[in-house]
């Protein structure tokens, strides 16, 4: 016989789901961390013939070691390790419930031979490859449909030499779109942690279709002027947390995206649940927080705090463009330190770059419900440039507590968009005159969960839609 559930039951069994080790979006800590897992098994890449001169190409070494390691998954797992040494790959292929530490003496290198980087379908939410069309070369470490898998070590180093392939990119003479260092497609609980990374071809690091993934205490590095060269890319992905890490790259330090034009809007998988905290970094050309310009497959729930910015193009950006599609929503940025930084806050409506002709230049992305609070800036040329698109796409855009040392004349610009401020210095452009306390904040993105959450509410509610799938499994 069922008995009814009582309201207190709902809301004890609610408040003990926070408490789970995946939740990536409680307020404290991304979990799931620390506790680097335990796998039974062990084996070094040496007994596999690897040979650590930085000369001898690894593959096949790195290849066999993980095919050998193949027959552990269903028994707890395994462990790669990789000693100290200069280790020369192409790419390779991880498994499910797969650790590969590194040494903290240990460097993989990615060869520079294009043809040790296979060539591969394009994703289904791009239509092709990100710069040509077509096919486009697999990452050096790579992944797919996999679960529980971690890529550690003591700050061993991961290096891609991408020298090579920005120089095929700037002579034009690539064949296909150049590969990432690591990417994985469609896995779940990713684990990418206490590492360096240097010099990779393209986008750094790009969990695509993926879910639970923690990159921590990465080191991202590539010369200020590599083509390309973005951090932390989570692309169409849900539950990503992005933690202490020092990006400096040629590129948006992180760029949170989901797909291009009628190949995103069609794939429809948004990322969401995105925490982002403790990222220092410089980008000469970029910004040091992006969404989109890919972002038809739609961006929600992104809380980004602690960030600090230094010499650097722009902040924060917003990037889209008629023909995208999709959405921006629920974004809240906080406690954000920005020095000699040209531009601290974009947004860009008119980004361009399409995948082909066939968009639909009638599919309007819809931007709402974004919020930056708590922004420091010294020595900015221009506090926000804010353009949206024609049609009043770009509703409840919040500041809250911005100050800004500029050296601009006129240092907002803002044209079609609508929203709401409080205590930002300089004063903020026209449109987005009107005060948020108190009639306006509940319009403003987590402004009146905060106010909340400061009179003794503990969990923020952007955090129960999500809750309510694992209630059903009870
Ligand atoms: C990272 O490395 C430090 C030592 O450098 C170690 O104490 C810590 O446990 C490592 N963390 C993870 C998640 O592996
Ligand atoms: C994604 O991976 C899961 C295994 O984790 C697999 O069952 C599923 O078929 C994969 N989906 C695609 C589209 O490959
Ligand atoms: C890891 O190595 C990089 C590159 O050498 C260095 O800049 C960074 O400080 C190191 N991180 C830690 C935690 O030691
Ligand atoms: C492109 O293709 C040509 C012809 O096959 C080949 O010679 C060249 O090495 C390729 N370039 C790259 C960067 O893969
Ligand atoms: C201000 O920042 C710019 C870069 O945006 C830099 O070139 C300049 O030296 C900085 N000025 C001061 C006084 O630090
Ligand atoms: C404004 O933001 C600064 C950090 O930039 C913070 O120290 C200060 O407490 C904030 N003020 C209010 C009123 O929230
Ligand atoms: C702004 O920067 C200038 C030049 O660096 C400095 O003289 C001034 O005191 C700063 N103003 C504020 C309010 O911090
Ligand atoms: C925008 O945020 C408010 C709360 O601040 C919420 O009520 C509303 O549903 C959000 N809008 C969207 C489109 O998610």
């Excluded at 000469?284 to 230094?310: K, T």
């Excluded at 920005?338 to 974009?346: C, E, G, N, S, W």
Aim: glycine share 8%; charged share 20%.
């Amino acid at each position: 016989m069922r008995r009814s559930i009582s309201l207190v039951e709902v809301l004890l069994v609610l408040a003990s789901i926070c408490e789970s080790p995946w939740a990536v979006w409680s307020s404290s800590q991304c979990t799931q961390t620390s506790s680097r897992e335990v796998r039974p098994h062990s084996v070094t890449i040496t007994e596999f013939g690897a040979v650590g001169d930085g000369i001898i190409l690894n593959t096949k070494a790195f290849q066999n070691a993980i095919f050998y390691l193949k027959s552990f998954t269903d028994k707890g797992g395994a462990q790669l390790f990789v000693p100290a040494g200069r280790w020369l790959t192409g790419s390779f292929e991880l498994i499910s419930h797969l650790t590969l530490l590194l040494d903290k003496e240990a460097i993989i290198l990615g060869s520079t031979h294009p043809d040790d980087w296979p060539v591969v379908d394009p994703l289904p939410s791009y239509g092709r490859g990100r710069e040509l069309p077509g096919a486009r070369h697999r990452s050096l470490i790579y992944g797919s449909n996999l679960i529980d898998v971690i890529i550690t070590g003591d700050n061993g180093t991961i290096d891609g030499q991408g020298h090579v392939w920005w120089n095929w990119f700037r002579n034009g003479n690539l064949n296909y779109t150049r590969p990432h260092l690591v990417e994985f497609i469609n896995s779940t609980g990713v684990v990418i942690s206490n590492l360096t990374f240097l010099n990779s071809p393209f986008w750094t690091i790009h969990p695509v279709y993926c879910s639970q993934v923690l990159v921590q205490k990465a080191t991202i590095l590539a010369p200020l002027h590599s083509p390309n060269t973005d951090g932390i890319d989570p692309d169409s992905s849900s539950d990503v947390c992005i933690e202490d890490c020092y990006i400096s790259t040629g590129d948006d330090l992180i760029s949170i995206k989901s797909g291009w034009d009628e190949y995103g809007i069609s794939y429809a998988r948004p990322s969401t649940n995105i925490i982002i905290r403790r990222i220092v970094g410089q980008t000469l050309s970029s910004s040091g927080i992006a969404i989109g310009s890919e972002m038809s497959g739609g961006v929600s729930e992104v809380h980004a705090e602690g960030l600090q910015f230094f010499n650097s193009k722009t902040g924060i950006r917003i990037k889209t463009a008629p023909g995208r599609g999709g959405y921006v929503r629920n974004i809240y940025v906080s406690d954000v330190k920005l020095t000699d930084v040209k531009m601290a806050i974009r947004f860009t409506g008119q980004y361009g770059e399409h995948p082909d002709e066939f968009y639909d230049p009638n599919a309007l992305p819809i931007i709402n419900n974004v919020t930056f609070k708590d922004i420091r800036g010294d020595n900015i040329s221009i506090a926000g440039l804010l353009e949206g698109v024609e049609g009043e796409s770009f509703q409840n855009i919040c500041l809250s507590n911005i100050t800004l040392n500029v050296t601009s004349t006129s240092p907002w610009k803002c044209s079609f968009i609508k929203g709401y401020s409080d205590l930002v210095y300089p004063e903020t452009c026209e449109p987005l005159r009107e005060r948020i306390f108190p009639e306006h904040s509940s319009a403003c993105y987590h402004l009146s969960n905060h106010l909340q959450s400061l009179s003794g509410r503990k969990r923020p509610t952007w955090l129960l839609p999500r809750l309510s799938l694992s209630f059903t499994v009870l």
